[in-house]
């Protein structure tokens, strides 16, 4: 998944997602607030992304420790699968019930930026998305170019 396109949040608080993600998403998603937006997966996806936060110095999650284990059910409880309907929507208003505030409290109320970034995609408020990508271009220019 690769772009950024505008949206905006219809009155139940659903998303219709952008045709070509839709295409790569299938019948669910998996949301989880991170980073000053919500990231949404495949389930398989899902899974892969988390296990790769465990994997570091050759290590992977290790159920007999309390660190990992604590970690991961934080992630698991702060994560929401959605059904996809038949028009290409997700319900961005079934996080209230999950997680009272996050939503709001991310700026997802009506103008909306969602973003595709390689194996998942991303809901921005907007305006966050705009001075997000603001810093990106310094950073790109530093990354593009050695002087």
Excluded at 24 to 49: H, K, M, Q
Excluded at 102 to 108: I, T
Excluded at 117 to 131: G, I, K, Y
């Amino acid at each position: 998944m690769f772009g950024a396109k505008r949206c905006n949040l219809d009155a139940k608080l659903r998303l219709t997602l952008p045709a070509d993600f839709r295409k790569e998403l299938g019948e669910s998603v998996c949301l989880i607030p991170f980073n000053d937006c919500l990231y949404g997966f495949t389930p398989e996806n899902y899974r892969a992304w988390v296990e790769s936060l465990f994997e570091r110095d050759g290590h992977h999650f290790d159920a007999r420790s309390r660190k990992d284990v604590r970690l991961r059910r934080g992630i698991s409880a702060s994560t929401v699968q959605l059904d996809v309907d038949s028009a290409g929507r997700i319900a961005l208003g079934k996080l209230d019930s999950y997680q009272p505030g996050k939503r709001e409290g991310l700026g997802l109320v009506k103008d909306v930026t969602v973003i595709g970034d390689w194996d998942h995609f991303e809901v921005w408020n907007t305006q966050r998305w705009q001075e997000e990508q603001e810093s990106y271009e310094n950073d790109l220019d530093g990354l593009l170019f050695d002087d």
